[in-house]
């Protein structure tokens, strides 16, 4: 029998009870979906009268315009928490010590604040509109999440790679952008996607402060008594849509994930020395003679 590093490779009759316990483990889940639709069935959630609202136009316009707000305040949060976790990730970095201690002041505080507490403060005591205050506490925390990714993914970049560029006369700036940051991004941008997971699931909090996104046009339709309260029928509507949504960023954020693994050039690649008489990028003009 061969083996490797790790284990043993599983023998016949080991292939045989690993094929046992997974026929087992498929039969109990189809069981257990069996007993879901059985009480779905038995409680009458398949009748006519809780999926006809569903035919409504007004229905429909109600969920496509909840649809549209959810996007609109997840598209508004992701771009606002791309540029503050830039901010503060570069205040981080800073060789300053007073602008490095209040961003990690700011990155510290923010992470460790719940997001619900942040929206409803923000639109209780700030008394801010509902997009304003779910765009606003949603910013300030996945701001504060990136900041540490976008830090640690320019801290993990090899130290040789920025010892070089200032060997060859680089500003930090110029370090910054064209040899440390084209390189993080790579190997950080499936991290940043998975976070902006987290901001879409976490826009459904708007229905709290009425903000009239996707779960809370679920919310009037279910809680109307002129439909029969259809709660499950729009729970079964609306999860597949925000599973779905979520499902494709993630599944986004694997495939650069797995991308990055099979191409040779997201490999650090080093700084080359410049060709004689050229100048490196943004570097001041020798006087002329």
Known sequence: MTTTALYDVPGPRTRQRHRLYSLASTAAILGLIAWIVYLLFSTGQFTAAK????????IQELLLTGLGNTLRAFGLAAVLSLALGAVLATGRLS???VI??????VVEFFRAMPVLVMIFFIYVALKVAP?????????????????EVFRTGVNTVDRGQREAAYALGMRKTQ?????????????????????????LKDTSLGYLITYEEFLHAGKLIASNLDYDLPFIPVVMIISPIYIGMCMLLSWFANWVAKR??????????????????????????????
């Open 131 to 147: 997009l304003p205050a779910l765009v606003a506490g949603l910013t300030l925390y996945n701001g504060s999440v990136l900041a």
């Open 175 to 199: 370090v910054m952008t064209h040899v440390l940051v084209p390189q993080a991004v790579r190997a950080m941008l499936p991290a940043i996607i998975s976070q902006l997971v987290v901001a």
């Open 95 to 97: 060789e300053h010590a």
């Open 51 to 58: 999926w006809t609202p569903f035919t409504y136009k007004g």
């Open 100 to 105: 490095r201690w209040v961003s990690t002041v």
């Open 260 to 289: 990055q693994r099979r191409n040779p050039k997201v490999e650090a690649t080093e700084v080359a020395a410049p060709e004689p008489g050229t100048l490196l990028p943004g570097a001041p003009q020798p006087p002329k003679r």
